[in-house]
């Protein structure tokens, strides 16, 4: 019976002090935005949302990005002119695909500098 005791508190002290691999950061909403740009024979066209979703798994023990993901919605783009996103919208189907991904596939870091690749998914297909 006390054997039982003793292995039941070592198996909590290991679960409760145990440190985890990783950790989810989030971006912060009011600071985070992306923006897009569309090149058109007659005119540059850019378009930013401030309403981006960004997270980063990081390994606590390396300090090592393990990945990357991104959201944002469709509608919440802005180019400055509501009639042209208004269209837009229309053209990308906004209704029935709703939002832009990012899945980093990825990751290679030089001194300063991050480099992230992957899968950007948009209007349900993913390059």
């Not at 005791?5 to 070592?10: K, L, Q």
């Not at 949302?49 to 606590?60: C, F, L, N, Q, R």
């Not at 899968?119 to 297909?125: M, P, R």
Request: aromatic share 6%; glycine share 4%.
């Amino acid at each position: 019976m006390k054997s039982g005791f003793v292995i039941a508190a070592v198996l909590l002290f290991f679960r409760t002090n145990s440190v985890p691999q990783s950790k989810v950061l989030q971006s912060i909403t009011d600071s985070t935005s992306v923006t897009y740009t569309l090149h058109h024979p007659l005119h540059k066209i850019e378009a930013t949302s401030k309403e981006a979703t960004i997270s980063a798994e990081v390994d606590t023990v390396s300090k090592e990005i393990k990945s990357v993901t991104a959201k944002v919605d469709v509608m919440s783009f802005d180019s400055g002119n509501s009639n042209r996103d208004s269209h837009a919208m229309e053209v990308v189907d906004a209704l029935s695909f709703p939002e832009v991904s990012f899945i980093s596939t990825a990751i290679d870091t030089a001194g300063d500098s991050i480099k992230v690749t992957g899968a950007l998914t948009f209007h349900g297909v993913s390059k």
